[in-house]
């Protein structure tokens, strides 16, 4: 895919949504990296329901381990994996006290430290909660990025690498937001819905349901 062809398809991404942002509910870096660990292999709407019980009653690091993690986990139980993740967080909560007086690091490195983050949430964390121009890879975005032709790769991470290279300045910021939804609700795995795709006609996919 041409560059002239992939910009079109970014120009037409913010034109139909300008300002697009994760559908996950956070007010604060720290909120936000609970939610994305919760996140993992369930759907933001779950995490949300949990989440909008529990930050009322714990939003920071010492807050949650107050509650404690036997409390933590009747908050989140319905998630999936939830018990992992509750172990995450506590232990990522104690190392943000220890380590960075209880403020989410802005830097990669010591996002990835914590436990419950890898490469993924720690580019959820540096592009919505500090703004910066890293693209996370997740499932849809894979598939999007492959599927369109836009940025092929065999793994998340040669994906990532190919979209960072790929995409214009401009748009990147923007980028992994809008390649989710686009395939949250319109490049579906089973069966994308190209007849109501607006970059159908730049879509290099070979097997169009048109």
């Not at 009322?56 to 993690?69: I, M, R, S, Y």
């Amino acid at each position: 895919m041409n560059l002239a062809k992939r910009r079109e398809i970014f120009t037409r991404f913010r034109a139909a949504k300008p300002h697009p942002k994760t559908e996950l509910e956070y007010r604060t870096p720290f909120e936000l990296l609970v939610a994305v660990i919760l996140s993992a292999q369930a759907t933001d709407v779950s995490v949300n329901a949990a989440t909008r019980i529990l930050f009322p009653v714990a939003n920071t690091p010492q807050a949650l381990l107050d509650l404690g993690e036997e409390k933590l986990r009747e908050y989140v139980q319905r998630i999936g994996l939830y018990k992992t993740k509750t172990r995450h967080i506590m232990q990522a909560c104690k190392l943000l006290l220890e380590r960075h007086g209880g403020k989410v690091p802005r830097a990669r490195e010591a996002l990835e430290a914590l436990p419950g983050v890898g490469r993924k949430t720690a580019n959820v964390i540096l592009n919505t909660a500090f703004g910066q121009p890293t693209i996370a890879v997740d499932t849809h975005v894979f598939r999007v990025a492959n599927r369109t032709g836009i940025a092929p790769g065999k793994d998340v991470l040669e994906v990532e690498n190919n979209l960072l290279k790929s995409v214009p300045d401009e748009f990147k910021h923007d980028a992994h937001h809008w390649l989710i939804l686009h395939g949250r609700y319109v490049c579906q795995a089973r069966k994308p819905k190209c007849s109501e795709c607006l970059i159908a006609d730049l879509c290099e996919y070979k097997e169009k349901t048109i």
